[in-house]
Nanobody
Framework: QVQLVESGGGSVQAGGALRLSCAAPGYTFRTSCMAWFRQAPGKEREWIATTSSIIATPNVANSLQGRFTTSRDNDNNQLTLSMNNLTPEDSGIYYC???????????????????WGQGTQVTVSS
């Protein structure tokens, strides 16, 4: 079983920032597409961003570009999601996901990823 370990969730006021981290086994990190998703109560899971091990520029959802970005720390096998200028609509459970193979930037659905973290709660207050 591939275990993804997330950290960094919590509560923040509107306009603030949070940085989430996802640690993965080295082999998984080196060979997998990595992505972030989020889900608010009563809503479908929403894709945020995907990273590739060979392409430096991440693929971020159009609606989140300019506020959200993701990056890889290859020395520590860790994925980071940086979130800025947060609003209450950003509240939800944030998930890290991984899937081996290529064509990373075409993967934008939950079904495209076979390994998932436990999720971490992000709450943004007005």
């Amino acid at each position: 079983q591939v275990q993804l370990v997330e950290s960094g969730g919590g509560s923040v006021q509107a306009g603030g920032a949070l940085r989430l981290s996802c640690a993965a086994p080295g082999y998984t990190f080196r060979t997998s597409c990595m992505a972030w998703f989020r889900q608010a109560p009563g809503k479908e899971r929403e894709w945020i961003a995907t990273t590739s091990s060979i392409i430096a520029t991440p693929n971020v959802a159009n609606s989140l570009q300019g506020r959200f970005t993701t990056s890889r720390d290859n020395d520590n096998n860790q994925l980071t999601l940086s979130m800025n200028n947060l609003t209450p609509e950003d509240s939800g459970i944030y998930y890290c996901a991984a899937d081996p193979g290529g064509a990373c930037y075409s993967r934008r659905k939950s079904a495209d990823f076979r390994y998932w973290g436990q999720g971490t709660q992000v709450t943004v207050s007005s």
